[in-house]
């Protein structure tokens, strides 16, 4: 008896610590959350996830919609292996598959947006045997133009300081080019000046020999 009693103890082990390992086991997912497009332009929206198995061919990506203005819930795209595109509906022939498995990424683009497709999109991502998880959402608004933040104006910040770094440099370039300039007319001048001095005093040395020899 206790010889058998000893394989059930260590069946009975293993299935505990499985068990304990399966809430770890669920896919993760990571998003941009909030997203900012401008109408009829492409978005790309982005769809991270972890998982504690290997990615196989048994993995799946499921993306959905839900309408800012309420309403149910809406199929943006599935992924199995190969994508699979909406064949109806407000996403058809607009949705791309924008991601590559081996590197864990799940996203997908949007194309032409319009002002009705504000509102969440969550994906999904399923890689047995993790198929639990929290559900990745972005909530995307699509404006007329993007609002400025404070990446837009670091950048005009950086950008004004480079401007000015180039117009003081000009500056100084500049001075120095006529400064230059300046001096060398000034020993211009100064080269023409010198024969006509020479020329006369030898002018007045002639007419003070012409003096004494009339003396």
């Keep these: 008896m206790s010889g058998r009693s000893l394989p059930r103890a260590a069946l009975l082990l293993l299935g505990l610590q499985l068990t304990a390992l399966g809430p770890a086991a669920a896919v993760e997912i990571y998003t941009s959350r909030v997203l900012e497009a401008v109408n009829g332009t492409d978005v790309r929206l982005k769809c991270k996830?972890?998982?504690?198995?290997?990615?196989?061919?048994?993995?799946?990506?499921?993306?959905?919609?839900?309408?800012?203005?309420?309403?149910?819930?809406?199929?943006?795209?599935?992924?199995?292996?190969?994508?699979?595109?909406?064949m109806s509906g407000r996403f058809k022939d607009r949705v791309v598959w924008d991601g590559n498995t081996?590197?864990?990424?799940?996203?997908?683009?949007?194309?032409?947006?319009?002002?009705?497709?504000?509102?969440?999109?969550?994906?999904?991502v399923?890689?047995?045997?993790?198929?639990?998880?929290?559900?990745?959402?972005?909530?995307l608004s699509v404006v007329h133009t993007v609002r400025f933040s404070e990446i837009y104006f670091l950048a005009l910040a950086i950008g004004s300081a480079c401007a000015l770094m180039i117009i003081i440099v000009i500056g100084?370039?500049?001075?120095?080019?006529?400064?230059?300039?300046?001096?060398?007319?000034?020993?211009?001048?100064?080269?023409?000046?010198?024969?006509?001095?020479?020329?006369?005093?030898n002018q007045e040395k002639k007419v003070a020999v012409y003096l004494e020899d009339t003396d």
Aim: glycine fraction near 6%; charge should be negative; charged fraction near 30%.
């Design 49 to 86: 996830f972890s998982s504690f198995a290997p990615v196989g061919d048994a993995l799946t990506v499921t993306w959905n919609f839900r309408p800012q203005d309420g309403g149910s819930e809406q199929f943006v795209f599935y992924y199995h292996m190969d994508p699979f595109q909406p």
């Design 102 to 124: 081996d590197r864990y990424d799940a996203s997908i683009q949007l194309q032409r947006l319009r002002f009705d497709d504000n509102g969440t999109y969550t994906c999904q």
């Design 126 to 139: 399923k890689n047995p045997p993790d198929v639990d998880g929290l559900v990745g959402e972005i909530r």
């Design 172 to 201: 100084v370039v500049l001075f120095q080019h006529f400064r230059k300039r300046r001096w060398a007319e000034r020993a211009h001048k100064v080269v023409e000046i010198t024969p006509k001095e020479e020329e006369r005093l």
